[in-house]
């Protein structure tokens, strides 16, 4: 069963054409060039019950203008959405119980307040029983380990600690849709990987439907197996991470390690060079290539170490991107 739903969904933005100068501010005041931006052009897709999915693509690719739509922020141009039944722009209170999206550059915290005051507020906000609030906050608190920090004001504590506590007053009404944009932005790697530990046992735990958009590509490998790409207001690509590499790649990777100096002369012929220090290289090998190319390096060298990579998964992702708005939903 589908908790999202999107058809033919499109945002467009007007504005204003601005010269410089004050003459042409009283020009422009009286006769001013109205331009359009189609941030989101006509997309459509939909995501079951409890899944989690990837929602990438580059700034300015729609990512963030659909999350609004989805979330009710925004109202769309034209296109429909259901999300668990409700159409979001309609803001029904009873919709609004039902999600929530956190926004990792922007607070929903009182940054003067603990975030236990923003989290008392949330009680009353969506009428949360007081046994319900307080088993609900101590296990959040508890899985991502912020007890201690409850009582602290939010512009005192790292930004790591600030998303855990967005996270929790997110999820403190229990909503079956979670709508995440870049909840890891600006986090060390400790924090981002302690966020995607959460975010994937919490999907496990409560089958919650979660739309995730990141500029990391690891958070989208860790949690998501299927990906949506948007390019241009456009959706590009609708399937799984896996199918990514395994269609847009050409290419391995070959990792071998020597015991004794290679020259470039010698190991050039193999393929093209990524890495080379001498002992150990990099290769980037045809795919079509690579178990002859394998024996050839193994019976000629007879290598310490030797292994066959796939490309990363953020090349495979570039290559989408600069492919424009050609489509690929129906890669096998």
Known sequence: MASIEVEGLSKV???????????????????RETLYKEAVKGISFAIDEGEMVGFIGPNGAGKTTTLKMLSGILYPTSGKASVIGYT?????????RQISIVMGQKNQLWWDLPASESFYLNKYIYEIEENKFESRLEELCELLDVKDLLNIQVRRLSLGERMKMELIAALLHDPPIILLDEPTIGLDIVSQQKLREFLKYYNEQFKTTILLTSHYINDIQELCNRAIIINHGTIVYDGSLKKINDSFNSVKILKVKFDHVISREQIQKYGKIIEYDGIQIVLEVEKTEINCISKKILNDYQPLDFNIEDIPLEQSISLIYQAGD???DKIE
């Open 13 to 31: 933005y007007s504005y204003y054409k601005k010269k410089v100068g004050l003459k042409n501010s009283f020009h422009d005041l009286f006769f």
């Open 326 to 328: 050609k489509n690929y």
């Open 88 to 96: 979001p722009w309609e803001r029904k209170d009873e919709f609004k």
